[in-house]
């Protein structure tokens, strides 16, 4: 099994900066992807960024060029910088784990709000 624990989340004011930290345990594959997603309530869970383990990303949209995921492999840890921050940025941040080979497994977290004041 695969635990994950998110650190790192609170009250911004908007144009701000918070870090995310995600740390992994339990059994790990070398070959795995991490990454954010994000949930406002009432609404779907949706990506936010992820990062594989050959440290390719992805980011949504609303998210290029504020946000970047970063990852310790040996350390099992990934990072969300998230700067520049905005209003509706603020929603429950859930790290996620898939890993080979059963790639349609999803972990998560416990999720941490990040809330951010205009």
């Known amino acids: 099994q695969v635990q994950l624990v998110e650190s790192g989340g609170g009250l911004v004011q908007a144009g701000g900066s918070l870090r995310l930290s995600c740390s992994a345990s339990g059994s790990i594959a070398r070959l795995n992807t991490r990454g954010w997603y994000r949930q406002i309530l009432g609404k779907q869970r949706e990506l936010v960024a992820t990062?594989?383990?050959?440290?390719?990303?992805n980011y949504s949209d609303s998210v290029k060029g504020r946000f970047t995921i970063s990852r310790d492999s040996a350390k099992n840890t990934v990072d969300l910088q998230m700067n520049n921050l905005k209003p509706e940025d603020t929603a429950v941040y859930y790290c996620?784990?898939?890993?080979?080979?059963?790639?349609?497994?999803?972990?998560w977290g416990q999720g941490t709000q990040v809330t951010v004041s205009s």
């Open positions: 996620n784990l898939r890993q080979a080979p059963a790639w349609s497994k999803d972990y």
């Open positions: 990062i594989t383990s050959g440290g390719v990303t």
